[in-house]
């Protein structure tokens, strides 16, 4: 399987930044896909910023420009570098990742698709 380990949460004021970090351990091999999510109370999980294993990022709309993700060649960690923190960015950021489907022994142990491995997230607050 794959341990996915998040860090760098606290409590800060608006505008300023924090680094969120996702440690990944076990089969790092198999991961494609890399991102992270945030979910509040009341709301659903939410995709705020992906990278593909070839280096492509989404960020949703509310985060471009302030967040930035980044992730090592050998897919054992991750970051999102967040700056000019709100008030609504308060949210568990949870690390996310997605096991190829093109590498045999990742298609042996984890079958033909469609399997994620989540972190334990790691909450962040935004005081105004």
């Known amino acids: 399987q794959v341990l996915l380990v998040e860090s760098g949460g606290g409590l800060v004021q608006a505008g300023d930044s924090l680094r969120l970090s996702c440690a990944a351990s076990?089969?790092?091999?198999?991961?494609?896909?890399m991102a992270w999510y945030r979910q509040t109370p009341g709301r659903e999980r939410e995709l705020v910023a992906s990278?593909?294993?070839?280096?492509?990022?989404y960020y949703q709309d509310s985060v471009k420009g302030r967040f930035t993700g980044s992730r090592d060649n050998a897919r054992t960690s991750m970051s999102l570098l967040m700056n000019s923190l709100k008030p609504e960015d308060t949210a568990t950021y949870y690390c996310?990742?997605?096991?190829?489907?093109?590498?045999?022994?990742?298609?042996?142990?984890?079958?033909?698709?469609?399997?994620?491995?989540w972190g334990r997230g790691t909450l962040v607050t935004v005081s105004s």
């Open positions: 996310n990742a997605v096991i190829t489907t093109s590498d045999p022994f990742c298609a042996a142990q984890y079958g033909g698709g469609g399997m994620e491995f």
């Open positions: 990278i593909t294993s070839g280096g492509s990022t």
């Open positions: 076990g089969d790092t091999n198999c991961i494609s896909d």
